[in-house]
């Protein structure tokens, strides 16, 4: 089992910059992928960034170049990095981890980017 939880978000301005972390716990030498989702009021989960245990890292078109994941090993930690931030980027931010056989989710944190 894996816990994770989500925290950094808030209002920001267009423009601005926000960094989320994803916390985990438990058996968090079997996560083989990180991934950040992001959901908006009335639409559907959508896939945000994600890296590998080995290092590989991919990110969804609309946010490449703005966006950044990261992890700290040492405090089982994942961070997602989000500059120059636009409304539409307004959305409950998730965090999944994913072993070889489930997947686990946080709670989500929201991100309003708003003037």
């Known amino acids: 089992q894996v816990q994770v939880v989500e925290s950094g978000g808030g209002l920001v301005q267009p423009g601005g910059s926000l960094r989320l972390s994803c916390a985990a716990s438990g058996s968090v030498y079997s996560v083989e992928v990180m991934t950040w989702y992001r959901q908006a009021p009335g639409k559907q989960r959508n896939f945000v960034a994600s890296i590998t245990a080995n290092g590989r890292i991919t990110y969804s078109e609309f946010v490449k170049d703005r966006f950044a994941i990261s992890r700290d090993n040492a405090k089982n930690t994942w961070y997602l990095q989000m500059n120059s931030m636009k409304p539409e980027d307004t959305a409950v931010y998730y965090c999944?981890?994913?072993?070889?056989?489930?997947?686990?989710w946080g709670q989500g944190t929201q991100v309003t980017v708003s003037s």
């Open positions: 999944n981890a994913r072993t070889y056989r489930q997947q686990f």
